[in-house]
């Protein structure tokens, strides 16, 4: 459905739902379109294709709001969906702190922005693609079996309207594909890993054959793991698990969980968090960037900011609900889905890079630990308490030695944050992105 027509519909909803007795109301809807395949041993095992999408209406009675989605919209079903909410939002308890934005609040224009990709991709060039990718991971040698190798792509229409005045509307992609092998047997032992590429447009993948080479590598690497006494050590974190560390923060700086009281940051506003070289960024607007939007789930303007700004926290991550429970101005990081209301979330987030290569990081560390991967949930977002298993490589003498496995790091973030040191390796992978980060004496548990 093209956008003005979706904007349509959500205009007659809302109009709907002031007349069944709304004060106010929003709605929401997300089209999409996708194709995915999975193939294992050279041979495919699926493919999918699904059209379809949901819309949602959240409406308001004074202060209290209800929300309900559906996949039909056929005009008996969006009656029946005005309906439902209007008679559940007369029903909830009060929330003080919801509503709409005001007008001006709203933003007046969104950003052009590159990241829809208008070339449809077929499931054939998805298939040969996972099958190069799997090719190419198996042809390692070390390599005895695979877990398969996947290939999607995707296309959505996301049109938001409400009551207020605000209605946009803005289409995304995205592409992806994946490859995961085992290494050894069951005699010497075996170990998996994985490597993946995605993009906005299908043209900024990287090349099948090497995403294929580079996990076959990573299993292969992993084998013969010892284990390690515990001890206090340096620890370095590579690239695809520092984020994860970048991503704890912003769960820390999370309107809801400030305003609850439930965050170790809670009253860390324009203090030193990190150390002095460290500055953290999001960029809602990047080009091509994975979670680029023009505006957030609520109609307000979103932009560029340092979150962290040379180790100063900033800014609280804040939506219109959270903002008014702290007596602050939104910061426009309103996310939802069509069946939820809004709440606080990030787009495109990232570390800055430091000076120094990853191999000058780790170039004096006598005893250490690399780490590859991360294994477990053990953060406690009240109090910073990090506990992790982890697999890596022994660092001696500042080189790469053997593997590890069966091994836990823990410290507390907000320790670890202040002694963060970054590399200059810095890639755009994920929505939380990170370059390779040092952080000293913290502790190993071993046997």
Not at 56 to 83: F, N, T, Y
Not at 201 to 219: H, S, T, V
Not at 323 to 338: D, E, F, V
Request: charged share 25%; hydrophobic share 40%; aromatic share 6%.
């Amino acid at each position: 459905m093209a956008q003005n027509d979706l904007l349509n519909v959500l205009s007659d909803l809302i109009a709907s739902a002031k007349k069944a007795g709304a004060d106010a109301a929003d709605a929401i809807v997300a089209d999409g379109t996708s194709v995915s395949v999975t193939c294992r041993l050279g041979k495919l095992e699926q493919l999918e294709r699904s059209e379809g999408g949901d819309i949602g209406l959240r409406v308001l009675i004074g202060k209290r709001q209800a929300m309900v989605s559906s996949a039909d919209r056929s005009p008996e079903a969006l009656k029946e969906l005005v309906e439902r909410a209007v008679a559940m939002a007369r029903t909830v308890p009060e929330d003080p702190f919801c509503g709409l934005a005001e007008v001006d609040q709203l933003a007046k224009t969104l950003p052009a922005m590159d990241i829809c990709d208008p070339t449809e991709v077929s499931a054939d060039i998805l298939i040969a693609l996972a099958q190069t990718c799997e090719a190419a991971a198996r042809a390692v040698p070390g390599v005895t079996n695979s877990e398969g190798a996947s290939a999607s792509w995707g296309k959505s229409h996301v049109a938001i309207a409400a009551s207020n005045g605000f209605a946009r509307a803005y289409e995304s992609s995205g592409s992806s594909f994946s490859a995961s092998v085992v290494a050894g047997d069951s005699e010497t032992g075996m170990e998996t890993d994985y490597d993946f590429s995605s993009a906005v447009y299908f043209a900024d993948l990287k090349a099948p054959d090497e995403i294929g080479r580079k996990a076959g590598e990573r299993a292969v690497r992993k084998l013969g793991g010892r284990k390690l006494a515990s001890q206090k050590v340096s620890v370095i974190f590579d690239p695809r698990v520092a984020g994860g560390l970048v991503g704890h923060f912003l769960g820390a700086i999370n309107g809801s969980s400030v305003a609850r009281g439930t965050t170790f940051l809670k009253d860390a506003m324009g203090t030193d968090v990190f150390a002095p070289g460290i500055t953290i960024i999001e960029d809602p607007h990047r080009h091509r960037g994975l979670r680029s939007k023009p505006c957030d789930a609520e109609g307000l303007p979103n932009r560029r900011q340092e979150l962290i700004d040379e180790g100063i926290l900033t800014t609280w991550i804040l939506d219109l609900r959270s903002a008014r429970q702290l007596n602050l101005a939104p910061t426009g990081h309103a996310a939802r889905g069509t069946g939820s209301a809004p709440s606080p979330a990030t787009t495109n987030v990232y570390l800055q890079p430091g000076t120094l290569t990853p191999t000058e990081l780790m170039a004096d560390i006598k005893e250490g630990i690399y780490v590859t991967d991360l294994v477990g949930h053990g953060v406690n977002g009240v109090t910073g308490d990090y506990s992790r298993g982890a697999v890596g490589f022994w660092i001696e003498n500042g080189k790469l030695t053997y593997p590890v496995h069966e091994i836990t790091v823990a410290g507390n973030l907000k320790d670890m944050f202040k002694r963060m040191v970054a590399a200059n390796d810095l890639e755009f992978r994920y929505s939380v992105d990170a370059p390779t980060l040092r952080i000293d004496d913290m502790s190993l548990a071993g046997t």
